[in-house]
C-alpha cells in the first residue's frame, strides 16, 4: 500500500503561484511514476501531469504547459507541483497519484494504484 497525502492548496488570485505538494508513505516512491490530476465541480477529473520514477521525463496536458512544472524528490519521498500564472480556469480540487511501474507516461485515471484525498486549489479573477 502506498498513502498520498497532498498539501499546498489554497486561494489565489489569477496571474499567482502555488506549489502542491504530495508526500509519499508504505512503499519504495522511487518504484513509482507520479502524476497531479484535477477536478473542477461538476466536470470530469482531468490529467495535468506525469513524472516518471527517476525524475527524467515529464509531461504536461497542453491547458498547463508552460505554467506548470512537476518535479520529485525521491530522497522525501515526494512530488511536487509548481503552478505560475495561475488562471480561474484552474480552479479545481488537485490530486496526486502513483502507478507502480516504471515504464512510460500514463495519463488515464484507470491506469493508476494510489490517489491522495486531494487539495483544493481556487484562483480568483
Known amino acids: ?16 503561484s502555488l506549489r502542491l505538494s504530495c508526500a ?19 466536470k470530469e477529473r482531468d490529467f495535468v501531469s506525469f513524472i516518471s520514477w527517476s525524475g527524467g521525463f515529464t509531461f504536461y496536458a497542453d491547458s498547463v504547459k508552460g505554467r506548470f512544472t512537476i518535479s520529485r524528490d525521491n530522497a522525501k519521498n515526494t512530488v511536487y507541483l509548481q503552478m505560475n500564472s495561475l488562471k480561474p480556469e484552474d480552479t479545481a480540487v488537485y490530486y496526486c497519484a502513483a502507478i507502480s511501474t516504471r515504464s512510460g507516461v500514463r495519463t488515464r485515471i484507470g491506469d493508476y494504484d494510489y490517489w491522495g484525498q486531494g487539495t483544493q486549489v481556487t484562483v480568483s479573477s
Open 1 to 16: 500500500q502506498v498513502q498520498l497525502v497532498e498539501s499546498g492548496g489554497g486561494l489565489v488570485q489569477a496571474g499567482g
Open 24 to 42: 509519499a508513505s508504505g512503499r519504495t516512491f522511487s518504484n513509482f511514476g507520479m502524476a497531479w490530476f484535477r477536478q473542477a465541480p461538476g
